[in-house]
């Protein structure tokens, strides 16, 4: 028996067995190209692509809106979407529409030129989340990366603070825990850092205020890194007074906040900035506002710019050249084009309305199943995200939050509904909403769902 659920097993792992089975039987063609991909490593073209279940992923033959469609001819309610980068929906035909105007009528897909979308997505991402200047990227890591360099650039400071397990992308400094005994240590897994993240870093444990002071008592934090909700380790929402927390904190240390909102865009079309009216000084934005373009952008306040101008005009930072912000690709025209027409005609605020009450729709059908047979299970909600957990009540920390894994019950669910033509996120239990999903879609995973649970249960 797990001590997190009444599940024998035993019984788990026949289930998983047999899934196993029908897996790799409904999908021959899929395999036959996982067995052929003898020039990629790890047979796949990024490496995380292998966390799908079933020891191969399914390839794409196509995708439209909410609907995904494998090289077997099988076709997928998509709940995954990219792991948010297709939040817009697959193929949006507002988004792919501006793509084939700038490729095939204006041509010039990157030329290191400005184009007057820039500007549009500028402004429209001022009004959205408060913050007048942004400049772009290619992924929410360059972001990040960039805005911590900014950071550290105006305050002289060297390090930053983030949660025990966070995710900002691929960013060194974050890849770090805070153990329970209070010890500093590079993440579990994480590969050939440059420097010892525990030398660049301070940690502290979301929702717990009294951690976060201790770490800034130190006096040498630039910024404080977060998410206004953990999502990576699974949804970890913040409690009441813990965001204005972290402000006032920054404000009395003298240290900047940075609220990553990559996966909390979901909250609404201003993110989590703008439902719980945070005040940062700088924003981070990644995948979702492109439409499947790659696209990252960070925002930051006026009186940061003045003080970034200040280190430039002075000599002692160059950010137009080889100061280490930006790149050659960052901000052109395609993922512009791209970023203007999802955020005017796809990600609107009628949108989102209508994907949270999705959201809302397929975790109440969770609930039901874990009411129904008593189960320590729980699902949180983040606008138009869902995710169930094998524990409750549900985490409140990072730390909390990895020690409720359960690999096999991944594993079991996943496949279960794969098998069934429901795609989730890879990483974990975390469905997202988009535009073209629906009602119908919901039901389907909630009826799956209880079908699965039936059977674990015996």
């Known amino acids: 028996m797990s001590p997190v659920s009444p599940v024998s097993r035993d019984r788990l792992h026949r289930l998983i067995a047999g899934e196993r089975e029908r897996y790799a039987a409904g999908h021959p063609a899929s395999l036959a190209l996982f067995r052929q991909a003898g020039h990629l490593l790890g047979r796949v073209p990024m490496t995380w692509m292998s966390k799908w279940s079933g020891g191969f992923p399914l390839y794409l033959d196509s995708a439209a809106g909410a609907t995904v469609t494998d090289v077997d001819g099988r076709r997928y309610a998509d709940f995954a979407l990219g792991d948010t980068g297709a939040m817009a929906g697959h193929s949006a035909p507002a988004v792919t529409a501006a793509i084939r105007r700038r490729a095939e009528e204006r041509g010039g897909l990157t030329a290191m030129l400005p ?3 820039a500007e549009w997505v500028g402004a429209e991402l001022a009004r959205r989340f408060g913050l007048p200047l942004w400049s772009f990227s290619l992924s929410a890591t360059d972001a990040n990366r960039w805005a911590i360099r900014l950071a550290r650039l105006v305050t002289g400071r060297g390090k930053i603070l983030v949660f025990s397990y ?5 960013v060194d400094e974050t890849f770090v825990v805070l153990d329970d005994d209070g010890t ?3 993440r579990p897994g994480n590969v050939g850092p440059a420097v010892d993240p525990a030398s660049t870093t301070r940690v502290a444990h979301f929702n717990h205020l009294e951690s976060v002071r201790a770490e800034l008592a130190h006096g040498d934090v630039a910024v404080i890194v977060t998410e206004p909700a953990m999502t990576n380790i699974g949804i970890v929402l913040p409690e009441p007074g ?3 927390g972290l402000r006032r904190l920054a404000d009395e240390y003298r240290t900047l906040l940075l609220i990553d909102e990559t996966h909390t865009l979901s909250a609404g079309p201003g993110g989590m900035t703008a439902t719980e009216g945070l005040r940062p000084d700088l924003v981070v934005l990644g995948k ?12 930051i306040t006026a009186e940061l710019a003045d003080r970034i101008a200040e280190r430039v005009r002075s000599g002692a930072a160059d950010i137009e050249d080889v100061g280490g912000v930006g790149g050659t690709l960052a901000g052109n025209a395609l993922s512009t084009a791209a970023m203007r027409a999802t955020l005017s005609q796809v990600l609107t605020e009628p949108a989102f309305r209508t994907m949270a009450e999705l959201a809302g729709r397929y ?4 609930q039901a199943s874990i009411d129904r047979h008593g189960l320590p299970w729980s699902v949180s909600r983040l606008g138009a995200r869902a995710e169930y957990r094998f524990t409750s009540p549900a985490p409140r920390t990072g730390n909390l939050s990895a020690a409720a894994a359960d690999p096999d019950l991944d594993e079991y669910l996943h496949l279960y509904l794969a098998n069934r033509d429901v795609l989730l996120t890879p990483f974990h239990n975390m469905a997202l909403m988009c535009p073209a999903t629906e009602p119908a879609d919901v039901d389907r995973h909630t009826d799956l769902f209880a079908e699965a649970v039936a059977q674990l249960l015996g």
């Open 115 to 117: 184009t007057e979308d």
């Open 184 to 186: 500093v240590r590079s």
């Open 166 to 170: 966070c995710y900002h992308g691929s």
């Open 288 to 299: 979702a506002i492109g439409g499947g373009i790659p696209c990252g952008a960070y925002g």
């Open 363 to 366: 975790a109440a059908g969770v």
């Open 242 to 244: 813990f965001l204005a």
